[in-house]
């Protein structure tokens, strides 16, 4: 395998052989273990609601756990994670805050400030960042006043209620660092800098914690913790687990004391939430009782539980910081402090020398350290997650059994699922679950850094126990049965594709494994969303929410069904990576020609039907020269749904070349392709490019002629329409002045442009696919007028931006999109950055500027963050962007080390880094 030479490509390299499992432990904890259906017993399904925040310190989780900046084993046996008090607060900080969808005025949100800012994929080095105010935190006033809002006022952020205290700095950035010595043997750094202009007070307790998996009824084991303290000024917790075994826990702090040690049990608070006797005084919140309430009692006084913190109260002087060191090992350590520091500087020069390898040496110090960041966040994001819906349904024995109605409710015919795995999320707060057409969307920022781990994420999605025999992917756990965008071989083949160009290796096998799971799965599209049989498909709301005029996975007020314009294009586009892929595996495989042959004809059929059904018009409308929605009434009558919007620009994204000398060692597909285009004329007349050679000799399989592709290109590329300084909105900027509107049944329904927030509630509060960018679409049309340029070469050029008369090939265009979405994070001439908005306080301060928020989405005008800030998930994809596209003008390659150098220096100065060591 050509890899760097890296200490952390290394142990990439053992992890992947099995020599060495470093991956064993890492940053799979979420900060808010919540809005899950696992964890909602309730009769009536409101998993959001059924277990609060207020509750979540007192309640013992079923399925899985939280905690600040934590970290734990991929079956999360064992937990750690750091705690906070400030002395004002009513309860211990031990896991983020934010709204219900139903709080909030346009949905969930988190209510604090966080950040990812470094990472490993073996997580031998991983950083982060929380911002802890020195005053109360307002958890009332964020409810009530996001309560009294409607969706047409803004949200009531943190720093709206905090506005004087940040104004003064009155905060604690505190940092929390892990390194690893080696599989088993993990240092944790917690370093709290007092940002403020007085000494502050602060209660620092890093926690240990077994996941409870002994009160439900199936007897299992349960496993212990005890002080085994020797007297010196580090606190030890001796563990046993079942599964684990022996491991040590130790905690330092400045002074010549220990760390005071609070032992409870991982158990529910019956008494307090319910009402009901507890088995033991010793429950979940006794150490919250005991540091804010100082109710001492409901700490164990014999010195032992399933749960144990390490008090260390400080006061930090104004521009001071404070640091204390946990380690947890497999071994007994005599001295586990002594070379703590020098482990950490070694782990840090390493995740410097791996990104060295990884990053184009002309990137500015700037988009290195964005990049870093964005590839952090995806780290950060990998979750533990375990759920079986056959025990979910059936309930646990200790337990209540389940209302009847579950058995027939959400997720009941996916009960053959069980997941016990390590996955990629859309962040470690909103949505602690996998969603699947966001993962695929991870995968191609990860495969530059783990290929191995991008690949057996997309195999995962596709095994038995997770896949629905019908062949259906799961789509999230909120209804695994809803249908996501089927980009599942487009992900495959691009993974495939990096890891190929990353290690030198082309893994053939494990497309083969994909390929033959998706031929279910493209069946399943085929058997399942075709009504009619004619190649037309309805998919539903496919991932794009609030996008239409109605909810399109509802039944429509009309009655009759929606020809879906991008559903016909998402399935033209999974037809064409299913043919990459059969033509890749044909090159050593002469089996695969015939399938590659099934799905060049399928194709056919779709471009054929987009372009000539419904009546004979398709989807295209000769009038507008764009794609739109049709309404198939039961009365026979068709109409179009006239929205700008992405589903008429996704047609584009089912775009393929075919290379001359493919051909060539391909003769049996070559002859029946031959065959097919000179017997099915009729079919074959709406691919005009399969009989005229582009660039290079190449063919090209698209939905869209010359004529269309320029027609709708005119309109994507209008500052007035779809073009933003900061990529492709999701609805025409048309939209605004002109809404679309259509009435049924005495009502109206309209689509306007909402460049921001959404002000309906349709499919969700803060669903808004109604103008906003979005970077997974984005993505793939960049890369489909690459795959454009490929064959048109220079020769098809179009205006740049539309009605300046300044032109530019479709290469320039996609490099245009790129550069625009990446100046999303990247400073301007200013010093600014977009997502950031227009708060001051953000764009100025130097200990919030170099930091990036990874939104779900971006204002569709000035390109600021909106929806949930830590989407790095598929919002991470910049860093691909960056990668291909970035650069400052004129860079050479030459200057790559002091590039290098000054990338190092802004990331260790925005990770607080040049912050003296604390004795």
């Known amino acids: ?64 756990e939280d905690g600040l900046g934590g970290f734990c084993n991929r079956f999360q046996n064992t937990c750690l994670a750091v705690a906070l008090w400030n002395e004002r607060d009513p309860i211990l900080k031990e896991r983020l805050f934010g709204l219900t969808g139903n709080e909030g005025n346009h949905g969930e949100d988190v209510k604090e400030y966080y950040f990812y800012l470094d990472g490993t994929p073996t997580h031998a080095y991983m950083k982060m960042l929380y911002k802890y105010p020195q005053v109360e935190y307002p958890y009332a006033r964020l409810v009530e006043e996001n309560g009294r809002r409607d969706r047409l006022a803004p949200e009531f952020e943190l720093i709206d209620a905090l506005h004087d205290a940040f104004a003064e700095s009155r905060y604690f950035d505190v940092f929390i660092e892990y390194a690893k010595e080696d599989e088993e043997d993990i240092l944790c750094r917690i370093t709290a800098v007092n940002r403020g202009p007085d000494p502050a007070a602060l209660h620092v307790l890093p926690h240990l914690w077994y996941r409870n998996t002994w009160a439900w009824g199936y007897d299992r084991p349960k496993p212990t913790l005890h002080d085994a303290s020797n007297g010196s000024n580090v606190a030890v917790v001796r563990g046993e687990h079942p599964h684990l075994g022996e491991r040590f826990w130790y905690v330092f702090a400045p002074g010549s004391e220990p760390p005071e040690l609070l032992f409870t049990e991982n158990e529910t608070n019956a008494e307090h939430l319910f009402g009901a006797a507890n088995a033991s005084p010793y429950v979940k919140d006794g150490i919250h009782e005991a540091v804010v309430n100082k109710h001492l009692d409901r700490v164990n006084p014999a010195r032992e539980g399933t749960k144990v913190a390490a008090r260390i109260r400080t006061v930090i002087a104004p521009g001071e910081s404070y640091t204390v060191k946990v380690r947890f090992s497999n071994q007994a350590l005599a001295r586990p402090f002594a070379d703590f520091c020098k482990i950490f500087d070694r782990r840090i020069e390493e995740a410097d020398a791996f990104y060295d390898a990884i990053q184009p040496p002309n990137l500015t110090a700037d988009e290195r350290s964005v990049q870093r960041q964005a590839f952090a966040g995806l780290l950060w994001s990998k979750q533990f997650y375990h759920y079986s819906t056959e025990l979910w349904l059936k309930g646990d024995p200790a337990a209540p059994p389940p209302p009847d109605s579950r058995l027939f409710g959400r997720n ?28 695929a969307f991870h995968m191609i920022p990860m495969a530059m850094l783990d290929p191995e781990w991008a690949k057996r994420q997309l195999i995962v999605l596709l095994r038995e126990w997770y896949m629905h025999p019908n062949g259906q992917i799961p789509a999230y756990e909120w209804a695994f049965g809803d249908v996501n965008p089927p980009v599942h071989a487009w992900a495959a083949w691009r993974v495939y594709k990096i890891a190929r160009n990353v290690t030198g290796v082309a893994d053939t096998e494990f497309l083969e494994k ?47 069904r929606l020809e879906q314009a991008d559903g016909t294009a998402w399935m033209g586009m999974y037809c064409l990576n299913m043919l990459a892929i059969a033509l890749e595996l044909a090159r050593t495989k002469p089996a ?54 992405f589903v008429g620009l996704i047609p584009l994204f089912a775009v393929e070349t075919i290379e001359p000398d493919l051909l060539e060692k391909l003769p049996r597909f070559r002859q029946r392709m031959e065959w097919f285009i000179k017997y099915r004329p009729h079919l074959v007349e709406e691919i005009a490019s399969l009989t005229h050679q582009g660039e290079g000799g190449r063919l090209l399989l698209s939905l869209v002629d010359r004529f269309q592709l320029e027609s709708v290109l005119g309109r994507m590329l209008d500052p007035a329409a779809f073009l933003s300084d900061y990529g492709l909105r999701a609805v025409s900027k048309k939209h605004e002045a002109e809404p679309y509107t259509f009435a049924v049944d005495g009502q109206v329904h309209q689509v306007r442009y909402e460049p921001a927030e959404s002000s309906t509630g349709l499919f ?39 009605g ?48 990036a928020l990874f939104y779900e989405y971006f204002h569709g005008d000035n390109g600021a963050g909106v929806g949930a800030s830590h989407q790095t998930g598929w919002t991470a994809l910049v860093a691909k962007l960056i990668q291909q596209s970035g ?5 050479a390659h030459v200057n790559g080390a002091a590039e290098a150098a000054n990338g190092h220096a802004l990331l260790h100065e925005v990770n607080g880094m040049l912050q003296p060591e604390p004795i």
């Not at 799979?28 to 310190?57: C, F, I």
């Not at 969303?529 to 498909?537: C, H, W």
């Not at 696919?769 to 064959?791: A, D, T």
């Not at 996609?814 to 950031?836: C, K, M, N, T, V």
């Open 592 to 645: 695969y020609e015939d399938v590659a042959t099934k799905f060049f004809e399928h194709f056919v059929a779709i471009a054929n039907a987009i372009n000539r059904a419904c009546g004979g018009r398709g989807l295209w409308d000769e009038e507008e020269g764009f794609y739109y929605d049709m309404l198939s009434l039961p009365d026979g009558r068709l109409l179009p749904m006239k929205v700008d919007s």
């Open 887 to 891: 650069g400052a003008p004129g860079a």
């Open 1 to 64: 395998m050509n890899l760097p030479n890296t200490a952390e490509h290394k142990r990439l390299a053992a992890s992947e052989t099995r020599a060495a499992d470093w991956k064993n432990w890492g940053p799979y904890l979420s900060e808010r273990a919540w809005g899950t259906v696992r964890e909602d017993y309730s009769p009536h399904g409101n998993a959001w609601e059924y277990l609060p925040h207020d509750h979540a310190r007192s309640r013992a989780y079923r399925w899985n």
């Open 412 to 439: 009941s015919d996916w009960g053959h699922l069980y997941n016990l795995d390590v996955l990629s999320m859309p962040d470690t707060w909103e949505y602690p679950w996998f969603a699947a057409w966001d993962l």
């Open 514 to 560: 994909v390929f033959h799971k998706l031929l279910l799965n493209f069946t399943w599209w085929v058997n399942r969303k075709d009504a009619s049989g004619s190649n037309i498909f309805q998919g539903g709301f496919l991932g794009l929410d609030n996008i239409g005029v109605f909810d399109r996975s509802a039944p429509l007020p009309t009655g009759g």
């Open 764 to 802: 969700g509060g803060n669903s808004n696919w109604r103008g906003p960018i979005w970077f997974p679409v984005n993505y793939l049309m960049i890369e489909s007028l690459q795959k454009y340029h490929h064959y048109y070469g220079d020769e098809l050029k179009v205006e740049l931006p539309h």
């Open 804 to 851: 300046t008369g300044r032109v530019a090939t479709l290469e320039e265009v996609a490099a245009e999109l790129s550069r625009r979405l990446a100046s999303i994070f990247l400073r301007d001439e200013e010093g600014r950055r977009a997502f950031y908005g227009g708060v001051d306080y953000f764009q100025q301060d130097p200990h919030w500027r170099d930091y």
